[in-house]
């Protein structure tokens, strides 16, 4: 992994058909697809990938109803429904209490969430790209997988949240609380730390490039990260990196080791994207014939870029098992074989193939 290279992406919720309004971010071009009114998929609490059930939102309602109407009928609608995740892009949530809420794979891109209290709230695989969730109340949320890329979390309260696996790029967290928060294998890159409270927050494996300052709190403060940081002070920055750093945040009362980055093979970022969603360990020993036709129902670009990065890694020698697992979760024996599945996958998605080939352990 390199330091400025993220490696765990929060991806594109399934089953959202989609266009690239940029070079990095797909956004759909209509609400989510709704799946089979029949289908009895989802176990919420062990993130099958399965839509939440209309059982399972009649279970649940907001303590408060966002005071923007078209957000409150939005939510209203995803309750009464079964099939959808919900479609929050853009809407403006302020003056609700969503704590407790299941939004697995819910769409926030942009939405304004300010001050909103999402206490316990599950935003696995939720897409919060550029989100506004300044000053929300986020403690004890389960934001595995989230994209938060480009999201605003200035003094928000984070406290005891599991952002594992987490993608945080360009973010303002300045002035944020992560105490005790769970911050494992996730990439933070640029991401604005200065003034925030991390004391007891747990790291494990992360690109770790942050800018902090003397009012940044760090204070146990543990785990293992890949840096470095920029850290302001006394008018002046300086880049902390390897033993430095950890001398640094030694001195705050943190002890973090910082370990050597791992090498990995640049890979466009839609393929870690869609490897990650659709055939990681969850999804990549499914076998229902769904995965191609939900690939090509994204825009023509984004197919373009799936095909362009198939034939990218398949020819790189240097991406082998140790590379997917660290992508997907799933374990190869050696390179040929992984080559062989990629090959076949490859003819699947965009050759006609008829059958999805499988994984080692099917």
Do not use: C
């Amino acid at each position: 992994m390199q330091s400025g290279s993220a490696v765990f992406d929060a991806a594109t919720p399934t089953g959202a058909n989609v266009q690239l309004d940029d070079d990095s971010h797909p956004t759909p071009k209509r609400d989510p697809f709704v799946l089979d009114q029949g289908s009895t998929e989802g176990t919420i609490g062990t993130h099958d990938w399965g839509i939440m059930s209309s059982d399972a939102h009649g279970k649940w309602k907001p303590i408060t109803f966002p005071h923007d109407l078209e957000a409150t009928h939005q939510m209203q609608e995803w309750m009464a429904e079964e099939g959808y995740s919900l479609f929050g892009i853009e809407h403006d949530f302020r003056g609700a209490d969503l704590s407790g809420g299941d939004f697995t794979k819910a769409w926030f891109t942009q939405a304004v969430l300010v001050n909103v209290r999402l206490t316990g709230a599950i935003f696995y695989r939720a897409d919060l790209y550029s989100a506004d969730l300044t000053g929300a109340d986020l403690t004890g949320a389960d934001l595995v997988r989230a994209n938060l890329d480009g999201a605003v979390l200035r003094s928000a309260r984070l406290d005891s949240a599991d952002m594992t696996k987490a993608s945080l790029q360009g973010v303002d967290a300045s002035g944020a609380s992560f105490r005790g928060t769970r911050i494992m294998g996730a990439s933070l890159i640029g991401v604005n730390m200065r003034g925030a409270n991390l004391t007891n927050a747990i790291l494990f494996q992360n690109t770790f490039k942050i800018t902090v300052d003397d009012a940044t709190v760090m204070k146990g403060l543990t785990g293992t990260v890949f840096g470095p940081i920029t850290a302001f002070g006394g008018g002046t920055s300086r880049e902390l990196a390897g033993s430095e750093l950890e001398a640094w945040i030694a001195e705050r009362g943190g002890h973090v080791q910082v370990i050597p980055p791992y090498s990995m093979p640049k890979i466009d970022a839609h393929l870690r994207n869609f490897f990650r969603v659709y055939l990681d360990l969850e999804r990549g020993y499914e076998n229902a014939g769904e995965l191609r036709p939900t690939l090509l129902s994204f825009s023509d670009s984004y197919v373009k870029l799936i095909r362009e990065g198939f034939e990218q890694i398949m020819s790189d020698d240097s991406f082998g098992p140790d590379e997917y697992e660290g992508l997907t979760d799933i374990e190869f024996p050696d390179r040929e074989t992984l080559h062989t599945y990629l090959r076949n996958m490859y003819d699947y998605l965009f050759n006609d193939a008829p059958e999805q080939p499988m994984p080692p352990g099917y």
